[in-house]
């Protein structure tokens, strides 16, 4: 046989190789909505594009609180159950019900993980580390009344209401100004160093994000039309800047992925503050009309998902769909008594 020369089998080698198939780029990841329906202990789960209802996701107790997610695992947190729901989105069913300590009052969420979670516990001035494989815990004291979770920066900052009981049975008011205390989730203990992070404004902080910017913002909710929202240096923990001009009772705020945060208001609809500016650009008086506008998440194309809660009498709920110039685009059905809302990641096709 003869032999093929060397320089003429690269040659070939080469060609063959240049005309072989590549492999094809695997499909970006999915967005998809969650919107938690309190009173009807329920979540709604909506495929973002095309957008429309996709599946809904029974809870395990009376009424859901707050939701948290990474990729395809969210924690629900429970109040009037002291429990938590551990959910697989892409399987729409819950996987795990955590137990946390009698009378906790669960609110606020965060995963920080796959294995990883919080929930806080206001009626204990604690929160919990929850295992999401084993549904293990373990608690640590924090401030008075926390009501919020973020993780960020490799740390966690629990946002304590400082708020206690008053007037009417059931009723709380605002203790004074309230704080953030900063945990470090590897060792489940305070953070080395300033592990606390005191705010200006009316106490009652519940609601935070991180803002494109790296910078934590915090509603301080307050009373009356005293609300404030704080900015937070999460690298050299402290308060660097605070704004008024939210109205009454804001609730639930979201960062989009230029410069803005974006808040909800049952009374104002959705106000805008500029992180660049840093001005209040549509604030009290001049939000975006959203009758009820419970809770709010924004996607990767900017687009506002505006919660109309529907009351908390059995009247489903819709979510308000908003395009860059926060231009109303459309509404998707949800479940009673909407709140809480969130936009994450699947796999492509994740969902059943």
């Not at 969210?74 to 938590?84: E, I, N, Q, V």
């Not at 009378?103 to 295992?131: C, E, K, M, Q, W």
């Not at 640590?140 to 009417?168: E, K």
């Not at 489903?316 to 809480?340: E, F, K, M």
Request: hydrophobic share 45%; aromatic share 4%; net charge negative.
């Amino acid at each position: 046989m003869a032999r093929i020369p060397i320089s003429t089998l690269a040659a070939g080698l080469a060609l063959m190789a240049g005309c072989a198939e590549p492999n094809p780029p695997l499909p970006p990841p999915e967005e998809v909505l969650v919107v938690a329906n309190s009173t009807a202990a329920s979540l709604s789960v909506v495929r973002i594009s095309p957008t429309g209802p996709e599946g809904t996701v029974p809870l395990s107790g009376t009424a859901v609180g707050s939701i948290a997610a990474f990729g395809p695992i969210l924690l629900a947190s429970l109040p009037a159950d002291d429990a938590a729901d551990v959910v697989a989105l892409e399987g729409l069913q819950v996987r795990l019900t955590v137990g946390l300590p009698a009378g906790s009052g669960a609110t606020g969420t965060a995963v920080l993980s796959d294995t990883v979670a919080y929930v806080a516990n206001p009626n204990l001035n604690t929160i919990t580390r929850i295992d999401l494989l084993t549904g293990d815990t373990a608690s640590l004291a924090v401030g008075v009344y926390p009501q919020g979770l973020i993780g960020t920066r490799g740390s966690l900052f629990v946002v304590n209401g400082n708020v206690g009981p008053c007037g009417q049975p059931g009723g709380l008011c605002s203790l004074g100004p309230s704080w953030l205390t900063v945990v470090d989730p590897e060792t489940n203990d305070l953070a080395i160093g300033i592990d606390s992070i005191p705010m200006l404004g009316p106490g009652n902080a519940r609601y935070a994000t991180v803002g494109a910017d790296g910078l934590v913002y915090v509603m301080n909710r307050g009373e009356a039309a005293e609300s404030r929202l704080s900015i937070v240096d999460p690298v050299g923990r402290r308060e660097v800047a605070s704004f008024g001009g939210f109205g009454t009772d804001p609730g639930q705020i979201a960062a989009d992925r230029g410069e803005r945060i974006l808040i909800s208001s049952i009374t104002e609809g959705v106000m805008v503050f500029n992180t660049r500016t840093r001005t209040v650009t549509r604030g009290a008086g001049n939000g975006v009309a959203i009758p009820d506008n419970s809770g709010l998440a924004v996607d990767g194309a900017f687009r506002t998902y505006a919660v109309q809660s529907g009351g908390c009498a059995g009247t489903v709920g819709q979510v308000v769909v908003l395009d860059t110039a926060l231009a109303r685009i459309g509404s998707i059905p949800v479940g009673a008594c909407a709140a809480d809302a969130l936009v994450t990641l699947l796999r492509p096709g994740g969902l059943p």
